[in-house]
T-cell receptor
Framework: AQSVTQLGSHVSVSEGALVLLRCNYS??????LFWYVQYPNQGLQLLLK??????LVKGINGFEAEFKKSETSFHLTKPSAHMSDAAEYFC??????????FGAGTTVTVRA | DTGVSQDPRHKITKRGQNVTFRCDPI?????LYWYRQTLGQGPEFLTY????????KSRLLSDRFSAERPKGSFSTLEIQRTEQGDSAMYLC??????????FGPGTRLLVL
């Protein structure tokens, strides 16, 4: 079985500051890992995904995530926050690419 | 292509009534997924289709829920005898085989 824990339901950052969203996973098989973003009243949009090709994964909008097997983590970072990054972010894990288990989400607010 | 679409976007119904939601996937995608998202939680996998075949169903999908994809294109999700606990956002996603899932905007259901 697979599960995801996102540490921190809310994160507040200043514009231009580092964004760090934490995700720890549990998986009985080599995992597929994803980060999605959800803006209000919209569906989820894929930011990036890990499928064992490289441990540092670069995504859209300047986000990247690092897969650390020893720590069972897949934390999401962005060096410099922008106001448009305010949204809810979900980490997801799956034994494959179709049956995903999502975390509870982290809401990011960006202060001017 | 305009992406995954869902109809209706909002539905208010009384307890005990039946409701049906529709999802139109991206046209060339052979896989279609349904998820449920309750307030403050991430999406939970309900079921998925490859073409017209329903290949997996979650234990969350009780006997009151049924999903179809009759011609391998659009899909419907029906909830019979709705209960207040069914109130949630119902998300549809589609993908090609072994590809990223693209999500629709969701149908928000409120059962009174």
């Amino acid at each position: 079985a697979q599960s995801v824990t996102q540490l921190g339901s809310h994160v507040s950052v200043s514009e231009g500051a580092l964004v760090l969203l934490r995700c720890n996973y549990s998986s009985s098989v080599p995992p597929y890992l994803f980060w999605y973003v959800q803006y209000p009243n919209q569906g989820l949009q894929l930011l990036l995904k890990y499928t064992s090709a490289a441990t540092l994964v670069k995504g859209i909008n300047g986000f990247e995530a690092e897969f650390k097997k020893s720590e069972t983590s897949f934390h999401l970072t962005k060096p410099s926050a922008h106001m448009s990054d305010a949204a809810e972010y979900f980490c997801a894990v799956g034994p494959n690419d179709y049956k995903l288990s999502f975390g509870a989400g982290t809401t990011v607010t960006v202060r001017a | 292509d305009t992406g995954v679409s869902q109809d209706p976007r909002h539905k208010i119904t009384k307890r005990g009534q039946n409701v049906t939601f529709r999802c139109d996937p991206i046209s060339e995608h052979n896989r279609l997924y349904w998820y449920r998202q309750t307030l403050g939680q991430g999406p939970e996998f309900l079921t998925y289709f490859q073409n017209e075949a329903q290949l997996e169903k979650s234990r969350l999908l009780s006997d009151r829920f049924s999903a179809e994809r009759p011609k391998g294109s659009f899909s419907t999700l029906e909830i019979q005898r709705t209960e207040q606990g069914d109130s949630a956002m119902y998300l549809c996603a589609s993908s090609g085989t072994k590809e990223t899932q693209y999500f629709g905007p969701g149908t928000r259901l409120l059962v009174l």
